[in-house]
C-alpha cells in the first residue's frame, strides 16, 4: 500500500522462534513507513527483545493450559478473556489497528479475538511445518495464513474461509542475519578467508547426541589441514564437550569450542558447511545465508516436525538429512567429510538454497499484511 501509512498489532511471544520472525516482519512494515506495536508478556521474552529491537510492547497476561490436567483450561479461558479486555482498552486509548499479526502460541488469542470483535482483519502466520493449536483454531476467522514451508498448507485446509487464503512466504528473517557477511563473521571467529569452515551448532540449548558425534570425528575431521571448526555446544552441555574434546593448544586454533553464538548471522554467513537440528528458525537462517547443511532432526519434537522441517532443504537438493539415531554410524562419517571436501558440491547446495528466496520471506509476508489491510 504505496503512501498509505498502516498501524500494524503483533502478537508474538514465549520463544525466540515466535518473536524473531515477527521482528523480522516489523523492521520490513517500519521500512515501509507503516507503525507497529507488539502485544505480548513483559516477564517473558518477548518483554526483553521486542523493546531491544525499538518497538513498542503492549502488556498483556495470559497463561496456556496443560493438556496433561484439562481443568487449567479454565483459568486459562479466564486469563484469556481478562487480556481481550485489555487489548480492548489499549485500543480505545490509543487507536485501533488496521491490521493485526499473529506468530502462533497462545499469547496470540487475545488480540485475535479483539479484532474478531471489532472487525479488524488480521493475518496468521505459522513457522513450523506441523502448526500449533492457537494458529489452527484462529485460521477460520483470519485473511490469509502464511506459512514457512510447503508442508504446511494441508494444515489448513478446511479451516480457512478460501483455499487461496493459504499463502506460502517463507520465515522472515531478521536484518541483522540477512545483512552479515562472510568477510565481517571470519574477522569475527579469526577463521582465514581460505579455510574451510564447518560450523556445528544445536540450537541455545545444544544438541548432546550431534555434539558427541561430532566429537568422536575430531581426529578425522582435523586430518583436512585447511579445516577450521566453530563448534557452539549449548550453554549446559559446553564443559561436558569440551573435556571429551580435549583440544591440545594447537588443535585449539582450528577447532573453536563455545558455549552460544550471539551472532549467528555472522557464524552462518562465514561458514561454508553447516551440521544442525532442523528448527524453523535455524531452516531459515541457514535457508536465507544459503549455507548448505547436514540436518539432524531433534527426534522427539512433536510429530517430528523437524524431520518435515528439514526436507524443506533436503528436497530442494540443499542439504542432506540423518535421523539422530544414525549419526554414529560410518555413513554419517563419510557424507560428512566427503562434503568438507568437496567445494564444487557444496557450491551446487549453496546454489540451490538460493532458488528458494528465502532471504525475501519478510517482503513476502509485509505483501501480505498490506493485502489483508486493503480488503
Same mark, same amino acid.
Given at each position: 500500500?504505496?503512501?498509505?501509512?498502516?498501524?500494524?498489532?503483533?502478537?508474538?511471544?514465549?520463544?525466540?522462534?515466535?518473536?524473531?520472525?515477527?521482528?523480522?516482519?516489523?523492521?520490513?512494515?517500519?521500512?515501509?513507513?507503516?507503525h507497529?506495536?507488539?502485544?505480548g508478556?513483559?516477564?517473558?521474552?518477548?518483554?526483553?527483545?521486542?523493546?531491544?529491537?525499538?518497538?513498542?510492547?503492549?502488556?498483556?497476561?495470559?497463561?496456556?493450559?496443560?493438556?496433561?490436567?484439562?481443568?487449567? %483450561?479454565?483459568?486459562?479461558?479466564?486469563?484469556?478473556?481478562?487480556?481481550?479486555?485489555?487489548?480492548?482498552?489499549?485500543?480505545?486509548?490509543?487507536?485501533?489497528?488496521?491490521?493485526?499479526?499473529?506468530?502462533?502460541?497462545?499469547?496470540?488469542?487475545?488480540?485475535?479475538?479483539?479484532?474478531?470483535?471489532?472487525?479488524?482483519?488480521?493475518?496468521?502466520?505459522?513457522?513450523?511445518?506441523?502448526?500449533?493449536?492457537?494458529?489452527?483454531?484462529?485460521?477460520?476467522?483470519?485473511?490469509?495464513?502464511?506459512?514457512?514451508?510447503?508442508?504446511?498448507?494441508?494444515?489448513?485446509?478446511?479451516?480457512?474461509?478460501?483455499?487461496?487464503?493459504?499463502? %506460502?512466504?517463507?520465515?522472515?528473517?531478521?536484518?541483522?542475519?540477512?545483512?552479515?557477511? &562472510?568477510?565481517?563473521?571470519?574477522a569475527?571467529?579469526?577463521?582465514?578467508?581460505?579455510?574451510?569452515?564447518?560450523?556445528?551448532?544445536?540450537?541455545?540449548?545444544?544438541?548432546?547426541?550431534?555434539?558427541?558425534?561430532i566429537?568422536?570425528l575430531?581426529?578425522?575431521?582435523?586430518?583436512?589441514?585447511?579445516?577450521?571448526?566453530?563448534?557452539?555446544?549449548?550453554?549446559?552441555?559446553?564443559?561436558?564437550?569440551?573435556?571429551? %574434546?580435549?583440544?591440545?593448544?594447537?588443535?585449539?586454533? &582450528?577447532?573453536?569450542?563455545?558455549?552460544?553464538?550471539?551472532?549467528?548471522?555472522?557464524?552462518?554467513?562465514?561458514?561454508?558447511?553447516?551440521?544442525?537440528?532442523?528448527?524453523?528458525?535455524?531452516?531459515?537462517?541457514?535457508?536465507?545465508?544459503?549455507?548448505?547443511?547436514?540436518?539432524?532432526p531433534?527426534?522427539?519434537?512433536?510429530?517430528?516436525?523437524?524431520?518435515?522441517?528439514?526436507?524443506?532443504?533436503?528436497?530442494?537438493?540443499?542439504?542432506?538429512?540423518?535421523?539422530?539415531?544414525?549419526?554414529?554410524?560410518?555413513?554419517?562419517?563419510?557424507?560428512?567429510?566427503?562434503?568438507?571436501?568437496?567445494?564444487? &558440491?557444496?557450491?551446487?547446495?549453496?546454489?540451490?538454497?538460493?532458488g528458494?528466496?528465502?532471504?525475501?520471506?519478510?517482503?513476502?509476508?509485509?505483501?501480505?499484511?498490506?493485502?489483508?489491510?486493503?480488503?
Amino acid at each position: 500500500m504505496a503512501g498509505t501509512s498502516l498501524e500494524v498489532a503483533i502478537a508474538a511471544g514465549g520463544t525466540a522462534g515466535h518473536i524473531n520472525p515477527a521482528l523480522a516482519l516489523a523492521e520490513e512494515l517500519s521500512s515501509r513507513g507503516h507503525h507497529v506495536r507488539f502485544f505480548g508478556q513483559s516477564s517473558k521474552l518477548e518483554g526483553t527483545l521486542v523493546p531491544q529491537a525499538g518497538f513498542e510492547l503492549e502488556s498483556i497476561r495470559v497463561t496456556g493450559f496443560d493438556r496433561a490436567r484439562p481443568w487449567t %483450561l479454565v483459568s486459562a479461558l479466564v486469563r484469556e478473556r481478562a487480556a481481550s479486555a485489555r487489548v480492548g482498552r489499549a485500543f480505545a486509548e490509543r487507536g485501533a489497528p488496521d491490521v493485526a499479526v499473529g506468530f502462533g502460541a497462545y499469547v496470540e488469542l487475545a488480540l485475535m479475538d479483539r479484532c474478531r470483535k471489532q472487525r479488524i482483519p488480521y493475518v496468521l502466520h505459522e513457522q513450523n511445518s506441523v502448526p500449533g493449536l492457537a494458529n489452527k483454531t484462529l485460521a477460520a476467522g483470519a485473511r490469509f495464513v502464511c506459512v514457512s514451508l510447503p508442508q504446511a498448507r494441508p494444515a489448513f485446509r478446511g479451516r480457512v474461509r478460501r483455499e487461496d487464503a493459504i499463502v %506460502l512466504t517463507g520465515n522472515p528473517v531478521r536484518r541483522s542475519v540477512l545483512g552479515a557477511s &562472510r568477510e565481517a563473521g571470519r574477522a569475527a571467529l579469526s577463521i582465514p578467508g581460505d579455510a574451510t569452515m564447518l560450523l556445528v551448532f544445536g540450537g541455545s540449548l545444544g544438541a548432546q547426541h550431534v555434539n558427541e558425534a561430532i566429537a568422536r570425528l575430531k581426529g578425522r575431521l582435523l586430518a583436512n589441514p585447511g579445516l577450521r571448526v566453530v563448534h557452539s555446544t549449548g550453554k549446559e552441555l559446553y564443559d561436558g564437550v569440551a573435556s571429551s %574434546l580435549a583440544l591440545t593448544e594447537a588443535e585449539r586454533e &582450528r577447532w573453536q569450542v563455545v558455549p552460544y553464538i550471539s551472532n549467528m548471522g555472522e557464524a552462518l554467513a562465514a561458514a561454508d558447511l553447516v551440521v544442525s537440528r532442523a528448527g524453523a528458525s535455524s531452516i531459515a537462517e541457514i535457508a536465507a545465508l544459503t549455507v548448505p547443511s547436514v540436518l539432524v532432526p531433534y527426534p522427539l519434537a512433536t510429530g517430528d516436525h523437524q524431520t518435515t522441517n528439514a526436507h524443506y532443504l533436503v528436497d530442494a537438493g540443499a542439504a542432506v538429512l540423518f535421523a539422530d539415531d544414525s549419526i554414529d554410524g560410518e555413513a554419517f562419517a563419510d557424507d560428512l567429510l566427503a562434503l568438507v571436501g568437496d567445494a564444487e &558440491r557444496r557450491e551446487r547446495m549453496r546454489a540451490c538454497a538460493r532458488g528458494l528466496g528465502q532471504d525475501r520471506a519478510a517482503a513476502k509476508l509485509a505483501d501480505v499484511v498490506e493485502r489483508a489491510a486493503a480488503r
